[in-house]
Structure formats: structure tokens, C-alpha cells
């Protein structure tokens, strides 16, 4: 008779699996009536611990599995999570709601006591500023040339710069000089005395002098230009719009706009506290933080609150704070920084693009017929730096402390650079030798 070779095999192992499945089953008994250890408890001494597996067992078998979520667990699970994300969703709602009402809240707020900026330098950045400042309030501009025209075109009046007690006349609540780099010092030498006659005649020591703000590209040659020579009476706010004309053609929803609060109430702010920048949004937020509206006097280290007794001060703040949310309601990032540090990262960024855009473009580069979309971006470079005038360059150079040092690392790099690939050529010479 011949053996059957599957039944020889079943009756050979049979004991064994017997044997295993018992074993097993009482192990599992064991584990299931062990009092649960806390985490303390388990695991070594060597302070390593085990990860509890659950382990289902039937009589009969020798294999173990994790234990798997139901169906009707999962189903669960996914309905918390959908759950929960649609209640984000309406929280998300809800807050877009409140932000919108609030910002025509804001909005209101501005139109309801309009500013009147000066903007004196009518030229293109100036036309550029002055357009969207219209939508806010009324506007006032001076200039050399004669651009009665263009002004009357975009809304705005516009009175001769040989006559600056008119344009002071006009009542401005904010001046803005819009003027080049290489200019500044003297144009603000210039209006001095007639804003400190301006400011004895009209307001007696009682209200602030107008708010005056500079947009150049550098920051602490400026700051240090006004605070030097303007009537303590005329608050100071240092701003540099990262935008022109070409950039922000299209609007200014997104573009970087940088400021310092530099002088209120004849307080010179230091801009070394963090205090210094906080909105006065932020500071209404919570009306029992004493620190979230105060800021720090430059030397003294006297702190100030934004609510001060002063009518002085608090028309300064508020005039300040609706000149911003012009900005602010244009779409500009608002970024707080100092004037020294503006300084340091614009050697780093502004100025180097600019020197290197004039370096390859003294070498005059154009394009050819197999320009890769890197050599494209480098004509571009050259296009858009030489674009604008030298005294600009120029400016970016002299009055920012910075500049030279960037200077010398650029000449350092490119010495480094040729040294590496004459050891190179050197190296692959004497392999050959």
C-alpha cells in the first residue's frame, strides 16, 4: 500500500502544533489577568521599555496579530476628523468676517478724519506716491518744475517750490520729501526755517508741527539729518518703501514697506526696544497691558505710554498710526526695523545688486544668440540697475556706513575665486608634467 505523503506530514507535526497552540493559550490567559503596570513600572532596569502588543489568541492556532480597529471604529474616527474640520472651516469663516468688519471699520476711521500730506519732490517716484495717497485724503505738492498739469490730472494741487510758506499754509499734517539721496540734507536745511515760523505762528506750542517722513533708500543718514535740524515740535517717522514706480505699477498689495517711529512729542524713541514698534492696535488689544503701549525714550530709558496726558501726544500718535494705515490698506508688508539695521541688510542686498548690475554693466554685456535663461536674468540685472541715475548708486555708497565693507568682501570673494582656479590650473599642470 502507498503511504499518503500529506497525512504522513500531519501526523508527524500535529503533536507539535498541539503542544505550541496550548502553550500559547496560556500565555496569553497570563498577560490578560497581569495587573497593568504604569509606565514607571515597566520595562528594565536599563531604563529601555517595551511596547505593549496586544495578542488574540484561539484555541487551535499558532499565529498572533495586533490588535485592528473595527469597521465601525474607523468609520468613526474619519467622521470625528471631517467633523472637525469643517468646524475649522467655520471658525475660518467667522474670523474673515470679523477681519473684513474691522477693516472697514478702519477704513471708515481714516476717511472720517482725512490726512493732508505735502509731498514735496513731484518727480516720478513722487507722482508714483502721491496718486495713491489721493484715495486717502487730500494732497498738496511742490516741486522745481511746473507740474500743475499732472497734478491737477491725479487730483492734487500743486504750489511752487519757491514759495514754501504757501505750501506750508495749506495746513499739512503730513509732509513727505520725496527727493533724491544727494539732495536731502539741503532741501531739508532749506524748509527748516520756514517750518519753525510756520510752527510759532499757528500753533503756539499747543498741537505738534507737522509729521515729517522721508522714503529714501538709506535710513540712519536721514534720521540723523532731521532729528539735527527740524523743530522739536515736528514728529519724525523714518519709512523706506522696498517699491517704485516699475515695481508697484501693477499696486502695492504684498511689497515691503520698512519704518521707524523716530521722534513723537519730542521724544526720541529707542528703536532698540521692542516696544517702540508695537501698533497701537496691538496696544488697544488689551487695555491692562500697561507695556504693550509703551515705548522707551532714547537715553533716558523714560517709558512713555501712547496714552499719555498730553494733546501733543496723543494727536501725534493717532496721526502717525492713520499716515501707516495708508500703507497698510494699500496691501504693503509693514516691517518694523531700526534705522541702523535697515542699514546693515540693505549694504547686503540694495547695495550689492546695485554694485554688481554696474559692475557687469561697465564690461558691456548684451545679449548673443545662445543665451541661457541665467544670462537672461543677468541682462535683466544690468537693465534695471543702470536704470536708475548714478547719484542714486552714488548715494546708496556715501550715506550708508555699511557700503564700503561690502565693497571689500566683494574684492576678498573675487580674489578667492581667481586663487582657486589658478591652484586648479596649477594642480592639473603638474599632474601633466
Known amino acids: 500500500m502507498r503511504a499518503n505523503p500529506v497525512l504522513f506530514l500531519v501526523l508527524c507535526f500535529a503533536p507539535v502544533v498541539l503542544s505550541?497552540?496550548?502553550?500559547?493559550?496560556?500565555?496569553?490567559?497570563?498577560?490578560?489577568?497581569?495587573?497593568?503596570?504604569?509606565?514607571?513600572?515597566?520595562?528594565?532596569?536599563?531604563?529601555?521599555?517595551?511596547?505593549?502588543?496586544?495578542?488574540?489568541m484561539t484555541e487551535g492556532s499558532t499565529e498572533g496579530s495586533a490588535s485592528v480597529p473595527d469597521e465601525g471604529s474607523s468609520e468613526k474616527n474619519l467622521s470625528d476628523e471631517v467633523g472637525r474640520l469643517e468646524k475649522l472651516k467655520q471658525r475660518e469663516a467667522t474670523l474673515a468676517r470679523i477681519l473684513a468688519s474691522v477693516r472697514r471699520e478702519k477704513l471708515s476711521a481714516l476717511r472720517s478724519r482725512p490726512l493732508t500730506i505735502g509731498v514735496v519732490g513731484f518727480g516720478r517716484f513722487g507722482q508714483f506716491i502721491a496718486r495713491s495717497f489721493a484715495k486717502y485724503g487730500r494732497v498738496v505738492v511742490t516741486s522745481r518744475s511746473d507740474y500743475t498739469d499732472i497734478a491737477s490730472g491725479m487730483g492734487?494741487?500743486?504750489?511752487?517750490?519757491?514759495?514754501?510758506?504757501?505750501?506750508?499754509?495749506?495746513?499739512?499734517?503730513?509732509?513727505?520729501?520725496?527727493?533724491?539721496?544727494?539732495?536731502?540734507?539741503?532741501?531739508?536745511?532749506?524748509?527748516?526755517?520756514?517750518?519753525?515760523?510756520?510752527?510759532?505762528?499757528?500753533?503756539?506750542?499747543?498741537?505738534?508741527?507737522?509729521?515729517?517722513?522721508?522714503?529714501?533708500?538709506?535710513?540712519?543718514?536721514?534720521?540723523?539729518?532731521?532729528?539735527?535740524i527740524l523743530p522739536k515740535e515736528c514728529d519724525i517717522l523714518c519709512t523706506h518703501p522696498m517699491f517704485g514706480p516699475d515695481s508697484g505699477k501693477k499696486g502695492w498689495h504684498g511689497l515691503t514697506f520698512v519704518y521707524e517711529r523716530t521722534r513723537i512729542d519730542g521724544v526720541v524713541l529707542d528703536p532698540a526696544h521692542e516696544n517702540t514698534f508695537h501698533q497701537l492696535a496691538a496696544a488697544d488689544a488689551d487695555p491692562c497691558d500697561d507695556e504693550a503701549g509703551s515705548f522707551v525714550e532714547l537715553g533716558s530709558g523714560t517709558v512713555h505710554n501712547v496714552h499719555e496726558n498730553s494733546e501733543a501726544h496723543l494727536e501725534g500718535m493717532d496721526r502717525m498710526e492713520r499716515f501707516l494705515s495708508i500703507w497698510e490698506e494699500e496691501g504693503c508688508r509693514m516691517v518694523a526695523l531700526s534705522c541702523a539695521d535697515h542699514d546693515a541688510h540693505a549694504a547686503n542686498s540694495q547695495f550689492i545688486t546695485h554694485l554688481m548690475g554696474r559692475i557687469l554693466g561697465s564690461q558691456g554685456l548684451g545679449p548673443t544668440p545662445i543665451d541661457?535663461?541665467?544670462?537672461?536674468?543677468?541682462?535683466?540685472?544690468?537693465?534695471?540697475?543702470?536704470?536708475?541715475?548714478?547719484?542714486?548708486?552714488?548715494?546708496?555708497?556715501?550715506?550708508?556706513?555699511?557700503?564700503?565693507?561690502?565693497?571689500?568682501?566683494?574684492?576678498?570673494?573675487?580674489?578667492?575665486?581667481?586663487?582657486?582656479?589658478?591652484?586648479?590650473?596649477?594642480?592639473?599642470?603638474s599632474k601633466v608634467c
Open 20 to 56: 505550541n497552540a496550548f502553550t500559547l493559550k496560556q500565555m496569553s490567559s497570563s498577560v490578560s489577568s497581569e495587573p497593568s503596570k504604569k509606565p514607571d513600572e515597566a520595562g528594565g532596569s536599563d531604563g529601555n521599555r517595551q511596547n505593549p502588543v496586544s495578542v488574540s
Open 156 to 228: 492734487v494741487k500743486y504750489v511752487p517750490l519757491s514759495d514754501p510758506s504757501a505750501f506750508l499754509a495749506e495746513k499739512l499734517d503730513v509732509i513727505v520729501f520725496a527727493v533724491s539721496i544727494m539732495s536731502f540734507e539741503k532741501t531739508i536745511r532749506d524748509f527748516a526755517p520756514h517750518i519753525q515760523a510756520y510752527v510759532s505762528e499757528t500753533n503756539r506750542g499747543v498741537l505738534p508741527g507737522p509729521l515729517i517722513v522721508d522714503v529714501l533708500s538709506v535710513k540712519e543718514h536721514p534720521r540723523q539729518v532731521m532729528l539735527e
Open 372 to 429: 541661457t535663461k541665467g544670462f537672461e536674468t543677468v541682462l535683466k540685472l544690468v537693465e534695471n540697475t543702470n536704470a536708475d541715475s548714478f547719484d542714486l548708486f552714488y548715494g546708496l555708497y556715501k550715506y550708508n556706513e555699511n557700503s564700503p565693507q561690502t565693497i571689500k568682501k566683494l574684492q576678498v570673494a573675487l580674489d578667492e575665486v581667481v586663487q582657486n582656479l589658478r591652484q586648479k590650473e596649477e594642480s592639473e599642470g
